[in-house]
């Protein structure tokens, strides 16, 4: 069969269900002038597209490879040989010309002829492509056996009181991955707090902060960071104790105090701090009294310092790439941080972030 056959064939059915080269395109997720190209023989479809086009052309498979109208569907065909071979080798010819437009080697050429399967007579095509289309799937999911993790933020998933089902929120490798876990694990597990200290005889260290680094193992999905949490493989406690030489002030100050500085560690976390002179020699030097570390992944994604519940103190406002929680405000009040979570961006933060 020639390609000026098979794109009057597309063409004609196209017309007969009163559908527009636009739409088709729509319903395939490819250019109209993709489709035009095909209705006037220019090229073929991707093999990948034989199974829905036939859907949409509302023909089955065989009567697309075959060319055959659906007024013809019901009536009764003689199967030789000869007319078996047909659909077969329209397939062949739209394969390699399928390999040859994506210029990739012998592999994917054997898995395109694959898609045909002549058995007992029958063409069948659907079950090679969704086999096609499973392998491709296959390549976005991933399993990780031992992932440092930036951040954990766990919430009990709406509607499971009863089953004790979570999401937990992780920061891996810059991005937010969600992973669900069926609560095998305690908060306490998942979300030791940091502990910041500042000089005094007692401790008989410089101020600083500690935090426990988690390593958990876990699987996802690259396109949506959906996942399984399976479990902990280990932590480490990590301790920061800087001495800082300039210090750059936040553009406003934190939480009610006065003089509040940052600065970005060596793996991207940000500290939030108050400066207090430490003897240097010659020079003037400054011990960091950290009072919030906020992990890389968020700091990276976007944050603002602004008073968002009008008691005339500024907080610390996060946005997260994350629908279901868009938006996350520190606060700090009797010596202890808190974090709220937002189920929707409010008007008066998107007001802040300019959206």
């Known amino acids: 069969m020639n390609k000026q056959i098979f794109g009057t064939y597309i063409a004609e059915n196209r017309k007969q269900l009163g559908m527009t080269q636009a739409q088709l395109a729509d319903r395939l997720h490819v250019t109209d002038k993709a489709v035009s190209k095909w209705e006037r023989g220019l090229s073929y479809p991707d093999v990948t597209l034989l199974e829905p086009l036939a859907e949409a052309l509302s023909v089955s498979i065989d009567a697309l490879l075959r060319c055959r109208m659906p007024a013809d569907e019901g009536k009764e065909q003689t199967m030789t040989e000869e007319r078996n071979s047909e659909p077969i080798q329209t397939v062949m010819e739209i394969s390699k010309e399928t390999v040859q437009r994506k210029k990739l080697g012998s592999k994917l050429l054997a898995a395109a002829l694959a898609v045909v399967i002549a058995a007992a007579g029958v063409l069948v095509i659907p079950r090679a492509v969704r086999e096609y289309r499973a392998a491709q799937e296959a390549k976005h999911h991933h399993e990780v056996n031992c992932a440092k ?28 991955l969600y992973l669900h876990y069926d609560g095998g694990l305690s908060d306490k597990e998942l979300l030791p707090p940091d502990t910041s200290w500042e000089d005094s005889e007692n401790i008989g260290l410089r101020p600083g902060i500690e935090w426990t680094q988690s390593y958990l193992r876990f699987t996802y999905d690259d396109r949506t960071g959906g996942g399984e949490l399976t479990g902990i493989v280990g932590q480490t406690t990590q301790t920061a104790v800087p001495i800082v030489v300039d210090n750059i002030e936040t553009a406003k100050p934190l939480f009610g105090l006065e003089n509040t500085c940052l600065m970005r560690e060596g793996n991207g976390n940000l500290l939030f701090y108050r400066p207090s002179e430490h003897q240097g020699g010659a020079r003037t030097l400054y011990d960091a009294n950290i009072f919030f570390r906020l992990p890389k992944t968020l700091a990276d994604i976007g944050y603002t310092i602004a008073d968002c519940d009008g008691d005339g103190v500024n907080e ?15 606060d700090y009040a009797d010596g202890q941080m808190t974090s709220t979570w937002y189920d929707t961006l409010p008007d008066w933060a998107a007001a802040v972030f300019g959206e």
């Open 149 to 176: 993790v930036d951040m954990i933020y766990v919430e009990q998933m709406p509607g499971s009181e009863n089953s004790g089902e979570y999401i937990c929120v992780v920061g891996y490798e810059g991005k937010l």
């Open 316 to 330: 610390l406002l996060v946005k997260t790439d994350w629908d279901y929680k868009p938006l996350v405000a520190y």
